[in-house]
């Protein structure tokens, strides 16, 4: 199953070579309920910026 879902990064814990990750997700959004149903299961994450940043050239401002 792959569900893609937007959630708001809030925070992440560290402690012993462990990061808890914290986020938010509005249950109004459709998935979130499917999603919450895995918690405690492994998933993989991926993370997409919601504003893309682009790499660009100091003196001529070109984008790269």
């Known amino acids: 199953m792959k569900?893609?879902?937007k959630a708001n990064f809030?925070?992440?814990n560290v402690k012993g070579g462990v990061a808890t990750l914290t986020f938010e997700v509005l249950?109004?959004?459709e998935g979130a309920f499917e999603i919450i149903k895995h918690s405690g299961?492994?998933?993989i994450l991926g993370i997409t910026p919601?504003?893309?940043t682009f790499?660009?050239?100091d003196e001529t401002g070109e984008v790269l």
């Open 3 to 5: 569900q893609t879902i």
């Open 10 to 12: 809030k925070q992440a």
């Open 27 to 29: 249950t109004s959004s």
């Open 41 to 43: 299961e492994n998933a």
């Open 50 to 52: 919601e504003q893309e």
């Open 55 to 57: 790499a660009f050239d």
